[in-house]
């Protein structure tokens, strides 16, 4: 972002911060379209949605989603429509549950989500539902990269342009410190979402740039031992911290996902420094984006244990099908984990699916091959997103 343009957002921000929506709208929506700036963008969508201009919003989001993958505020965005479109709570959920397999740590994908869970009466939630309670809009401040887009026509010149970015990136990386800005790594981040390969060759690419992410050369200290946060890991020196970080990353490249999850998630939620945290979440994504990742032999005793540890886990389980909720595209029910009676099963997980059998019923016995993505609400339910669902009796 230019001179230029932080001048003109700055005064848009003070305009939507006063709820003066239309001067926003005038103040963006030239300069905001030439920019193609991911801030700017997202600003006037969101002025857009508060004046009712909804198709408007709507086009800037598949833009940006395209443009910046890894900008997470337009999801946001795009879960707030959703939510208020959604026919009935459980599709609106879904839409969230979605979002946390990829931003598990994200505090608004899970105040939102806790929001719609807590909702008794969710159509006079969603009509009373304001755009400000789910979508933060900070105020903008200056960056180092002017623009973190890779704008391409066709994936063919996705995959031509994709040595030349990873040329760049290792200039980038030679210079100090400079791999440890905050938007350096949403810029790799996009670059490697936007390549549009297949699954190996996502993997073989994914290693090369992976070798670069180190926490060596930092001008800082990466750990803080004097965090007034609690948190649930905690690393007493560097060196143990980076052990940790290496050996996630050569289990990543022996393909070994799940248990690189495991330690990725141990660091993202210990006491070390938020830039650390950056390239946690630039490896945890690169896992999350394999498709075709082996399962766990994590037991459902183990996960409830430590459940922070295991987000984004793919897991096998068997279990009895209860509560079942068919949607259009999808279906939600209860599974009892590991069940032999009604009075013995190891425990309830809360289950999306997108792909499932058309027969499927209450009382099914199925295994599923699933994520899981996080425990929500006072019992600490466990929420899994599945791949498959196969029925074993009915």
């Known amino acids: 972002m230019d001179s230029g343009d932080y001048s003109l957002v700055k005064q848009a921000y003070s305009a939507y911060a006063e709820s003066r929506y239309g001067d926003a709208i005038v103040i963006l929506e030239n300069s905001a379209l030439r920019s193609g700036n991911s801030y700017m963008l997202f600003l006037l969508s969101v002025c857009y949605l508060h004046e009712d201009k909804i198709g408007k919003a709507e086009s800037i989001i598949r833009k940006l989603k395209l443009s910046d993958p890894a900008y997470v505020p337009v999801q946001y965005l795009e879960a707030f429509l959703v939510m208020k479109s959604a026919g009935d709570r459980e599709s609106a959920m879904y839409r969230y549950i979605e979002l946390l397999q990829k931003f598990p740590s994200d505090r608004v994908l899970k105040k939102s989500f806790k929001r719609i869970q807590a909702a008794k009466d969710f159509p006079a939630f969603q009509r009373e539902a304001r755009l400000r309670d789910f979508v933060p809009v900070p105020k903008p401040k200056r960056v180092r990269i002017a623009s973190k887009r890779v704008s ?84 007493y020196s560097s060196e143990s911290l980076k052990r940790d970080f290496n050996r996630a990353k050569e289990m990543i490249k022996s393909g070994h996902y799940n248990e690189a999850l495991v330690i990725l998630n141990r660091i993202n939620a210990s006491n070390v420094h938020h830039r650390v945290k950056d390239r946690i979440a630039f490896l945890r994504n690169f896992v999350l984006d394999i498709d075709d990742r082996p399962v766990s032999g994590y037991t459902f005793e183990r996960l409830i244990e430590k459940p922070h ?46 792909q499932y059998p058309g027969t499927i019923e209450n009382g099914n016995m199925v295994e599923t091959v699933a994520t899981f993505v996080n425990t929500m609400g006072e019992d600490n339910r466990i929420y899994l997103v599945a791949e498959n669902i196969t029925i074993i009796s009915e």
């Open 152 to 235: 391409v026509k066709h994936k063919a010149n996705r995959k031509f342009i994709y040595l030349p970015l990873l040329v760049m990136f290792i200039v980038l990386m030679i210079v100090p410190g400079i791999l440890y800005h905050h938007d350096i790594m949403q810029y790799i981040t996009s670059i490697v979402k936007s390549i549009g390969i297949s699954t190996k060759e996502h993997t073989q690419h994914g290693k090369d740039v992976m070798d670069m992410v180190t926490l060596d050369g930092a001008h800082y200290d990466i750990i803080e031992k004097y965090n007034r946060e609690k948190t649930s890991e905690f690393y």
């Open 309 to 354: 540890l295991y987000r984004g886990v793919k897991i096998q389980w068997k279990g009895k099908v209860a509560n079942l909720k068919k949607k259009n595209d999808h279906i939600v029910c209860n599974l009892l984990i590991d069940y032999k009676n009604s009075h013995r099963f190891s425990g309830v997980a809360e289950l999306y699916a997108k």
